[in-house]
T-cell receptor
C-alpha cells in the first residue's frame, strides 16, 4: 500500500539556521515524490519534485531534497531559513493518484 | 492563468443541509481530485476522476458524491451535511503520465463549517 510518513509534526528553528524535514514513503513502484508548502489560509504550492535521474533535486525558494531509495526517504533541506518559510510542509508520493503525509508545521524564530 | 478555481471560499451549513462545491481548471488536465484537510491528518482523497466521464472513490468517500461535468469541471456534493464534514476542501488537477509534467495543482480551498 502507498503511504507517506512525516515523523515530525512540528519543528521550530531560528532564522538563518539550517532545516531538514523528514519524509519516508511506501510505494509499490518507482516513486514520483513531491514536496508542497502551504501558507496559512492558502492552497498548496509545489516546492520540488523527483521522478528520475539525479537524486538531489533543487526547488523553488532555495529548497532541495534528496531521494534515497535504500532508506525510502525524500528529506527536504534548506541551508538558511528565512522568517517567510514559516508554513506547513507536505511530502507526497504518486503518479496518477497522490498520497500525502500528515504535514510538518515549521515555526521560525527571529 | 487562473489554474484551479474553487467556489465558494467559505460556507457555513446547518446539519442536514446540502450543497455543491464547484471546481474548474483551465490547464486541460485529464485528472481531477477532491481532498479534505483536517488538523493532524494531512490531505485525504475523497474522490478522483482520471478522465472525463469517470470517477472513483478515494480514501474517505462516505457522505459525498461527485460529478465530472466536463473536462474542466469537477464538483463535490454533500447531500446531507454532518458536523464531521467540517473541513477544508481542496480541488486539484494533474496530467497523468510519465515525466516531469506530473504534479498536482491545487485550488485555494473551501472552508466548510457544519453546525
Amino acid at each position: 500500500a502507498q503511504s507517506v510518513t512525516q515523523p515530525d509534526i512540528h519543528i521550530t528553528v531560528s532564522e538563518g539556521a539550517s532545516l531538514e524535514l523528514r519524509c519516508n514513503y511506501s510505494y509499490g513502484a518507482t516513486p514520483y515524490l513531491f514536496w508542497y508548502v502551504q501558507s496559512p489560509g492558502q492552497g498548496l504550492q509545489l516546492l520540488l519534485k523527483y521522478f528520475s535521474g539525479d537524486t538531489l533535486v533543487q526547488g523553488i525558494k532555495g529548497f532541495e531534497a534528496e531521494f534515497k531509495r535504500s532508506q525510502s526517504s525524500f528529506n527536504l533541506r534548506k541551508p538558511s531559513v528565512h522568517w517567510s518559510d514559516a508554513a506547513e510542509y507536505f511530502c507526497a508520493v504518486g503518479l496518477n493518484q497522490f498520497y500525502f503525509g500528515t504535514g510538518t508545521s515549521l515555526t521560525v524564530i527571529p | 492563468n487562473a489554474g484551479v478555481t474553487q467556489t465558494p471560499k467559505f460556507q457555513v451549513l446547518k446539519t442536514g443541509q446540502s450543497m455543491t462545491l464547484q471546481c474548474a481548471q483551465d490547464m486541460n488536465h485529464n485528472s481531477m481530485y477532491w481532498y479534505r484537510q483536517d488538523p493532524g491528518m494531512g490531505l485525504r482523497l475523497i474522490y478522483y476522476s482520471a478522465s472525463e466521464g469517470t470517477t472513483d472513490k478515494g480514501e474517505v468517500p462516505n457522505g459525498y458524491n461527485v460529478s465530472r461535468l466536463n473536462k474542466r469541471e469537477f464538483s463535490l456534493r454533500l447531500e446531507s451535511a454532518a458536523p464531521s464534514q467540517t473541513s477544508v476542501y481542496f480541488c486539484a488537477s494533474s496530467e497523468p503520465g510519465i515525466g516531469m509534467n506530473t504534479e498536482a495543482f491545487f485550488g485555494q480551498g473551501t472552508r466548510l463549517t457544519v453546525v
